[in-house]
Nanobody, 127 residues
Framework: QVQLVESGGGLVQAGGSLRLSCTASGGTFSSDDMGWYRQAPGKERELVAAIATITWNGGNTYYRSSVKGRFTISRDNAKNTVYLQMNNLKPEDTAIYYC?????????????????WGKGALVNVSS
């Protein structure tokens, strides 16, 4: 069973930056599409960004429109780690961010099963 552990969340002022990391174990990381969801208080989960496997899908990326140009998703298969670099953060980015295995690679109603989620990292952006 895959385990996903996020790190790098915290409190930052608007306009600042944070980098989230997610290290995977127990699976075949290089063969898995990976992504980040977030859930803000009182709101539904939403897919923030996703990155495909390099071997099968060329490492293609997806970003929701509200984070395009500010967030960058990347992966290091040698370290079994996926990153989310978040720049120019806004208060509306405040949420718990979850690392997820095998997300959709674009807008979708599909939600990956519970076993494919990390426990989450809190990102709090103050105005």
């Amino acid at each position: 069973q895959v385990q996903l552990v996020e790190s790098g969340g915290g409190l930052v002022q608007a306009g600042g930056s944070l980098r989230l990391s997610c290290t995977a174990s127990g699976g075949t990381f290089s063969s898995d599409d990976m992504g980040w969801y977030r859930q803000a208080p009182g709101k539904e989960r939403e897919l923030v960004a996703a990155i495909a496997t390099i071997t099968w899908n060329g490492g293609n990326t997806y970003y929701r429109s509200s984070v395009k140009g500010r967030f960058t998703i990347s992966r290091d298969n040698a370290k079994n780690t996926v990153y989310l670099q978040m720049n120019n953060l806004k208060p509306e980015d405040t949420a718990i961010y979850y690392c997820v295995r095998d997300p959709p690679l674009g807008p979708s109603t599909y939600i990956p099963p519970a076993n494919d989620w990390g426990k989450g990292a809190l990102v709090n952006v103050s105005s």
